[in-house]
C-alpha cells in the first residue's frame, strides 16, 4: 500500500499533473503508514498482527 501511493505521487504528482491521483497517493501513504505503526506495535488490525 505505501509503494502504490508513493507511485501514483511521483508518477501522477510531478510527471503529470493529475492531481486527484496524488491526493490519492498521499492517502494511501498515511493509511498504510497508520496500519504499519500498528502492526509492529503488536496490536491486530483487522484480524492481521502484520502488513507486508
Not at 492531481?19 to 509492529?40: A, D, E, F, K, S
Amino acid at each position: 500500500m505505501i509503494v502504490l501511493g508513493i507511485i501514483l505521487v511521483v508518477v501522477f504528482g510531478w510527471l503529470i499533473p493529475i492531481p486527484i491521483l496524488m491526493y490519492l497517493g498521499i492517502i494511501l501513504i498515511v493509511v498504510g503508514v497508520i496500519l504499519l505503526v500498528l502492526g509492529t506495535a503488536g496490536r491486530a488490525v483487522g484480524g492481521r498482527r502484520h502488513y507486508y
